[in-house]
């Protein structure tokens, strides 16, 4: 119950003042000059007054309102380390259990971290939390805050919080834990596919741990070297980039004895390859109308380096022209084919035949270039079933197919195979989808016989027209029709010349994105995504395995043809490996060498300063058995607010009013009969 007096005046003040104004100089001149009566018209003047400003007494009826406590709980994965998990939750019960005993507190608990199989962060941002719960709360009802954590804290203001009330840490863990983990100092983003490529490294251990360790180097899963590196030291590591695209290096150091975890005791660096410019060898055999539509489409890849010849003059024309009036280049066969052969990424022969310009050994050093790695492209015209054909040289070894001596001249729709459907090279090509398929006709197909390898177009009555072999270690590739340019002309509407060429030729050089047997992985957030390419029907299950070892299946649907993918959350940050038949692929999940394990020993240091500025403390709870809790202390917001074995919360003066009681002190009969008093006392007076 709270009493005051309030004014409800009747007139408003200008009016007020208007009328009391005179009246009280007439009242304040009588009583200066001593006049009768004066007294009495003073207290009708009063009295009058009293009337009109209308005095009333408020009984106000109001209810105390509660301080928020507020409890941020570090669920973060570095809260799995020992018994830190469990400490957490018994610090919570006794918390709240302690705070129920206090009705003047309303408790608010928060958990942040990484809870979930959906959170993304990877930093334990307490104080973030800390500002949400709090958000709705004015600064005068904020008990205070109680944070469970292990103390590695990632977002710690560089001054107080928002709030002034006091700031407690309770720490989980022990204070003997020690911890060894390595990350990476120097790790580029990008490298050349097949050159050295330098990083630095360096092991750090807790309590100044000296001496050294083996480090276990790893690129894509296989491991290339161990490595002796000192504790503390920057130590430089040189690696050679394996491939095209995404490259996982991966560093890794054995658990000591008495480590808490060896969650850090890996690093990851995810380096993209990028290969320097693909060198191509394209020899034409003679000028014809499809021999620009190859030159045209390597030369605008800016990732290739082309070399061209083509045969203009036989070796075999002789008109009598003489040798220093002919502008020719001389064909440079070996310097090409002998001394620099394995500097090319690929060699087209476009229509070419066998007309003594290659002495008949080349062919064999060709076919070997092909058996060690190479690629080859025999992009066939007629003359490939001719007597001149390459197929009658020492390539022969090399080839897919061997002329079978047709040249079926008439027109037809270049068709994808069954194979040709789900071959990367072929699949999904525009205009494939319809039939007949949304491209021009050809009008030349050569035949061969036993076709070797995977037929993925065909032509007149489904005779082979591409044909894709792998030869040892290199690859060949067999376009048996020389009408492509119709496409690129567009005859007929054309066709995807452009698309078809490129695959060929990358496929050819071994471009990773179009193997016909590939598996990938790569992660959204916590979402792990598995793509499967391949030639069969239907690849299984993906296995996973977790960072912490653990195994389980990813299903893998037909996205298309040859096509499959699946995907799956997790919790775990860290590497995972998948695999599928003799497949395997690594990811990443979530951001690499996360902060939340660069540093896993439970600290009160980093929490500390903040606690001081917020008149709190931070102390550890900690123990094998048993954990030990302060006590709770309400406290003014001037008074100290914790001490060895307590935490103070501070309590608020805030209310909230429920209702109002209003009594009129010069109003109805009473203040009537003052009024009439004073101005009879006033009469009377001037009456006598």
Request: charged share 25%.
């Amino acid at each position: 119950m709270n009493w005051s007096i309030a004014l409800e005046p009747l007139l408003s003040w200008p009016w007020f003042a208007a009328m009391m104004v005179p009246l009280a100089l007439l009242v304040l001149g009588g009583l200066l000059l001593g006049l009768r009566g004066s007294a009495f018209r003073l207290a009708a003047v009063t009295a009058l007054a009293a009337a009109l400003l209308n005095p009333v007494i408020l009984d106000e009826q109001r209810e105390s309102l509660k301080s928020v406590v507020a409890i941020v709980v570090d669920r973060s994965q570095s809260q799995d380390i020992g018994n830190r998990r469990e400490q957490t939750d018994a610090a919570l019960a006794g918390l709240k259990e302690r705070l129920a005993q206090f009705e003047q507190f309303e408790l608010r608990v928060v958990e942040a971290g990484n809870i979930g199989p959906v959170a993304e962060h990877t930093e334990t941002r307490l104080f973030g939390a800390l500002d949400g719960v709090l958000h709705d709360v004015p600064p005068s009802r904020v008990a205070g805050a109680i944070m469970i954590t292990d103390g590695q804290v990632h977002d710690v203001p560089d001054g107080k919080p928002d709030f002034s009330a006091p700031l407690h840490a309770l720490i989980t863990g022990d204070n003997q834990e020690k911890d060894r983990r390595i990350r990476f100092e120097k790790a580029p983003r990008f490298g050349i596919v097949g050159k050295p490529l330098e990083l630095t490294f360096r092991v750090l251990a807790t309590d100044g741990d000296t001496g050294s360790v083996d480090v276990r180097i790893s690129v894509n899963g296989e491991q290339r070297s161990i490595q002796r590196a000192v504790i503390g030291s920057e130590t430089p590591l040189e690696i050679v980039v394996p491939g095209a695209g995404s490259n996982i290096v991966e560093l890794a150091i054995d658990k000591a004895p008495d480590e808490i975890t060896d969650t850090n005791n890996r690093a990851i660096a995810q380096i993209d390859g990028i290969r320097e410019n693909l060198r191509v060898l394209l020899v034409s055999g003679e000028p014809h109308a499809g021999e620009r539509t190859w030159r045209n489409l390597l030369k605008s890849d800016a990732s290739v380096d082309l070399v061209h010849f083509t045969i203009l003059r036989p070796p075999e024309k002789q008109d009598g022209t003489p040798i220093n009036e002919l502008s020719l280049i001389a064909f440079p066969t070996r310097e090409l084919f002998v001394e620099k052969i394995n500097e090319f990424d690929l060699i087209i022969f476009d229509r070419y035949q066998h007309r003594d310009v290659l002495p008949i050994l080349y062919y064999d050093y060709i076919a070997e270039y092909v058996e060690k790695g190479g690629a080859l492209l025999i992009a066939a015209g007629p003359e490939y079933a001719g007597e001149q054909s390459i197929a009658r040289t020492p390539l022969i070894s090399a080839l897919p197919g061997m002329p079978s001596g047709e040249v079926l001249e008439k027109g037809f729709f270049p068709r994808l195979t069954e194979t040709g459907k789900r071959h990367p090279v072929t699949r999904g090509l525009e205009g494939s989808a319809t039939e007949p398929p949304n491209w021009s006709r050809w009008f030349r197909l050569i035949g061969i016989d036993r076709p070797q390898g995977e037929v993925v177009m065909s032509g007149v009555d489904d005779k082979p027209l591409l044909v894709l072999n792998r030869k040892g270690e290199g690859r060949v590739g067999m376009f048996l029709s020389d009408q492509g340019w119709l496409w690129a002309r567009g005859f007929e509407g054309g066709g995807p010349h452009v698309a078809l060429y490129r695959r060929i030729a990358h496929w050819l050089m071994k471009e990773p994105e179009l193997e016909e047997e590939r598996l990938t992985a790569g992660s959204r957030g916590m979402t792990l995504d598995v793509r499967r390419q391949t030639m069969r029907e239907d690849p299984g299950p993906a296995q996973v395995i977790t960072p912490s070892g653990k195994t389980f299946d990813v299903p893998l649907q037909s996205q298309s043809a040859g096509v499959f993918s699946g995907s799956s959350q997790v919790e775990e940050i860290g590497l995972y490996q998948i695999g599928n038949g003799d497949l395997k692929a690594l990811a990443h999940v979530g951001p690499i060498n996360a902060p939340e394990f660069s540093d896993t020993v439970s600290t009160t240091n980093i929490l500390r300063p903040i606690t001081d500025a917020n008149d709190g403390s931070v102390r550890r709870i900690g123990g094998t058995s048993q954990i030990a809790l302060p006590g709770i202390v309400p406290v003014r917001a001037a008074g100290d607010a914790s001490g060895r074995d307590w935490i103070g919360l501070r309590t608020t003066g805030d209310s909230v009013l429920r209702s109002v009681s209003r009594v009129p002190l010069f109003t109805g009969l009473l203040g009537l009969a003052v009024l009439l008093m004073a101005l009879g006392s006033m009469w009377y007076r001037e009456g006598r």
